[in-house]
């Protein structure tokens, strides 16, 4: 793995189904071809989930592994968390309990990359990003 690629954060938006799914599959689509990629999924806004959305996240990882990335989930809502529990789907992927301790994960001399769905979720995704990192960096 390249220590020096960037993180990619992507905060995922409140529905992942069907309707959904076309957006998501292009803004993922040039990420996802990169070599090396490493991608934290923020699904704390997720409220509804279905069976294509599980679909595309297991999707999203494989493509992943086939590039020799990392693609890990982070700050699960209750919803998105037990309908992936109740589906086993959670044992495939890296969960972590926030965003700040997803990218912890990876190695902390790479850059981070923050793509967002919408403007509210800019600054939340800043501030859970920098209000950890400033005691990171010693």
Known sequence: MNSNSEI???VMTEKL???EL????REMQDILRKYE????????GVKYLDSAGIDCLIHCLSAV?????????A????YAAALLAM?????????FPSVPRALKSFDLACGVSILLDEHRMRRTARERFNSNSTGASA
């Open 17 to 19: 189904g069907p309707a």
């Open 75 to 78: 700050a699960l809502s209750p």
């Open 37 to 44: 990629p490493r991608i934290v999924l923020d699904l704390s």
């Open 8 to 10: 990619i954060v992507k």
């Open 65 to 73: 592994v086939r590039n020799d990335g990392e693609l890990k989930l």
């Open 22 to 25: 076309p957006a998501f599959r």
């Open 87 to 95: 589906t086993r789907v959670d044992r495939f992927f890296e969960i």
